[in-house]
T-cell receptor, first 113, second 113 residues
């Protein structure tokens, strides 16, 4: 079963806002990945994190690998309409066979009406 | 351009019919994966393969079968034993080395007539 809790499940953004989402688990991971999925498309890798405490940016996106190795967060600064989509976190357990990833349930980002 | 291709984009299945989804990659990746995504849900692993002529069951393998006769190709067959096949199917690939990230294809949406 799913071992990653991703929150919030959905959020509304207004252009220019900063938004945050996170993933937590009771298990320890050695890799955290953040993906974005547009409707009807495959997920696209945004940021990969490999060390506890690591903070990595990709344009307006910033992600961190939690010190406890059980969590990660993603920040989007100065959001724009094309940030709409579903964001997934994925982690690799320390002894995952076959480099298998565990996925969170996703955070759906929508534009405020 | 290197990448992962999936075909068809949409596939319709009649009751009792087996259908095969194609996944091809030219990234020279050793490992390939099949995921199922249901509406509003995260990704669940069906099967994965780390090397030609070898594959392993994921979390929801029942009703599915795969083959890995070539490094570039990892077709998925949805058999008649899969009673609820309607979903979005995603193929991914990666290198086998530890902590390598997975890259996704554009997906195939399977619908039951």
């Amino acid at each position: 079963g799913q071992q990653l809790n991703q929150s919030p499940q959905s959020m509304f953004i207004q252009e220019g806002e900063d938004v945050s989402m996170n993933c937590t688990s009771s298990s320890i991971f050695n890799t955290w990945l953040w993906y974005k999925q547009d409707p009807g498309e495959g997920p696209v890798l945004l940021i990969a994190l490999y060390k506890a405490g690591e903070l990595t940016s990709n344009g307006r996106l910033t992600a961190q690998f939690g010190i406890t190795r059980k969590d990660s967060f993603l920040n989007i600064s100065a959001s724009i309409p094309s940030d709409v989509g579903i964001y997934f976190c994925a982690g690799r357990l320390i002894k995952a066979a076959g480099n298998k990833l565990t996925f969170g349930g996703g955070t759906r980002v929508l534009v405020k009406p | 351009d290197g990448g992962i291709t999936q075909s068809p984009k949409y596939l319709f299945r009649k009751e009792g019919q087996n259908v095969t989804l194609s996944c091809e990659q030219n990234l020279n990746h050793d490992a390939m994966y099949w995921y199922r995504q249901d509406p509003g849900q995260g990704l669940r692993l069906i099967y994965y393969s780390q090397i030609v002529n070898d594959f392993q069951k994921g979390d929801i393998a029942e009703g599915y079968s795969v083959s890995r006769e070539k490094k570039e190709s990892f077709p998925l067959t949805v058999t008649s034993a899969q009673k609820n096949p309607t979903a979005f199917y995603l193929c991914a690939s990666s290198q086998v080395a530890a902590q390598e990230t997975q890259y996704f294809g554009p997906g195939t949406r399977l619908l039951v007539l």
